[in-house]
């Protein structure tokens, strides 16, 4: 059953604390990115990488960070600098470059307090 | 300028109406053209794309591309309760990242 996972569904942390999302496909897809949804904002993006041991920062990298070790996983580091870190996180993987097609994982709701 | 704007509703509409949601975009180099749907407390699916200019037709779905003055829109004909969901319009330049509008929120009335 091919698929984005992205767990937990339902993440809550203390202010000043680093807290890592993961993110896994069995597509065999070489791109992977992080987007972060707030009410009214649509999809920013985090980070995004075209393959292993490669990533690029997106709209709003600052206090975020991520890597890349394997295909299959993408985690994402939400770190205390990140000033409003409470969001909906969703993951999504492509066949990368020239393809249009982006997979969204169910997401993460991180509420930090 | 945001590179896609998008009215974020909300939209109410009966059951059965035809439904347009439309975005513009700004930079007349983006190739493709998305649309997805996102449940509530859900990750967006792709529901519809377009390369080109024209009309292409899925099902009770259609997507038009204008790129001549960048607008975008997706019509939803004989609507269900099931179609309530925000939809996302997203564009890329090919190889680069992708850009989504805001969302609109969208509830059919049965």
């Known amino acids: 059953d091919g698929g984005i996972t992205q767990s937990p569904k339902y993440l809550f942390r203390k202010e000043g604390q680093n807290v890592t999302l993961s993110c896994e496909q069995n597509?065999?897809?070489?791109?992977m990115y992080w987007y972060r949804q707030d009410p009214g904002q649509g999809l920013r993006l985090i980070y995004y990488s075209q393959i292993v041991n490669d990533f690029q920062k997106g709209d709003i990298a600052e206090g975020y960070s991520v890597s890349r070790e394997k295909k299959e996983s993408f985690p994402l580091t939400v770190t205390s600098a990140q000033k409003n870190p409470t969001a909906f996180y969703l993951c999504?993987?492509?066949?990368?470059?020239?393809?249009?097609?982006?997979?969204f994982g169910p997401g993460t709701r991180l509420t930090v307090t | 300028q945001k590179e896609v704007e998008q009215d974020p509703g909300p939209l109410s509409v009966p059951e059965g109406a035809i439904v347009s949601l439309n975005c513009t975009y700004s930079n007349s180099a983006f190739q493709y053209f998305m649309w997805y749907r996102q449940y509530s407390r859900k990750g967006p699916e792709l529901l519809m794309y377009t390369y080109s200019s024209g009309n292409k037709e899925d099902g009770r779905f259609t997507a038009q591309v204008d790129k001549s003055s960048k607008y975008i829109s997706l019509f939803i004909r004989d609507s269900q309760p099931s179609d309530s969901a925000t939809y996302l319009c997203a564009t890329q330049i090919t190889g680069n990242q992708f850009y989504f509008g805001t969302g609109t929120s969208l509830t059919v009335i049965p």
């Open positions: 999504a993987s492509g066949r990368g470059q020239g393809d249009y097609e982006q997979y």
């Open positions: 597509l065999n897809h070489d791109a």
